[in-house]
């Protein structure tokens, strides 16, 4: 119990409510406005079970998505989000092991030859993303980032282009993390990143598959349509489904965290109970 409640703070009680307004905002923003096979809705969560721990990461996935579905009117709420609340809590909990094991630690002026390695997984990671990630998604051939709903409203029209903005500038941030600061610290973080949405497509497959039928309101509903064309059953779409987006998704989630936490300051971060242990000051 000691180990649990050293993890709970000020500042993660503080910071927990306002993880769950970004995960909130973030995931409904792609979900009603975006035409790409991510979520972005558990971005504070990892924020959290980075700074804080597994159990504060845990709980902050659990209540964003309880929230979600059963407190805020529309057009915030999303009656898709509860049933997946296990999937948010176990995205928290694996997130903040892997910071108590050093994933998310910069590592930078890394040798050449583990960069370079680190650099091949960094790079077939994101090369499977793109080709059996993004480009199946856009089976028309038509590159579009903005899907034609026309309810979305012009706040969330707003925020996704400030959303593509932010992903153009994370995959530049990569590459300068990775071979200008010769960071093999984004390869961690890939890795933990490619683990964690695994696990996540295993678990949500068959919430999404008997719960929903495969149909989850989010631009991810065309590859299961696809894969079901394709001969696919229907539990079986959902898990290929699963297992292209909720990598890229995670992937994606993870460095986004990792580069914010390059930009906080050192001791903010160190004020926090995993922070310290987090980015690697106690090794100092």
Do not use: H
């Not at 709970?8 to 993880?19: G, N, S």
């Not at 059963?70 to 999303?78: F, R």
């Not at 242990?277 to 090794?283: F, K, N």
């Amino acid at each position: 119990m000691s180990w649990v409640t050293s993890q709970f703070d000020t500042r993660t009680i503080v910071l927990i409510p306002i993880a769950i307004a970004i995960n909130i905002i973030l995931g409904q923003t792609v979900a009603s406005v975006l035409k790409v096979p991510i979520y972005l809705d558990s971005i504070g969560t990892v924020l959290v079970a980075v700074l804080a721990g597994p159990i504060p990461g845990l709980l902050t996935g659990l209540l964003a998505n309880l929230i979600w579905t059963y407190v805020l009117p529309p057009p915030l709420n999303s009656p898709y989000a509860a049933p997946f609340a296990i999937v948010a809590a176990e995205i928290g909990l694996v997130a903040g092991l892997f910071a108590m094991g050093g994933f998310f630690r910069s590592r930078p002026l890394t040798p050449w030859p583990q960069l370079i390695m680190g650099g091949a997984i960094v790079g077939a990671i994101i090369l499977v993303i793109g080709i059996w990630g993004f480009l199946p998604f856009y089976t028309d051939g038509t590159f579009t980032f903005f899907s034609d709903n026309p309810d979305a409203s012009p706040f969330f029209t707003a925020l996704g282009w400030l959303i593509g903005i932010g992903l153009v500038a994370a995959i530049v941030a990569l590459f300068v993390l990775l071979f200008v600061r010769r960071d093999l610290g984004v390869a961690y973080v890939f890795v933990a990143g490619l683990i964690t949405g695994i696990i996540s497509a295993i678990i949500s497959a068959p919430i999404s598959a008997v719960v929903f039928g495969g149909v989850t309101g989010s631009g991810t509903d065309l590859l299961v349509a696809a894969f079901q064309q394709g001969g696919s059953d229907l539990q079986t779409a959902v898990l290929q489904q699963g297992l292209i987006s909720d990598p890229i998704d995670k992937t994606i989630t993870f460095f986004v965290v990792f580069v914010l936490l390059q930009t906080l300051s050192r001791r903010f971060v160190a004020r926090f109970p995993q922070g310290e242990r987090a980015i690697g000051l106690e090794d100092a």
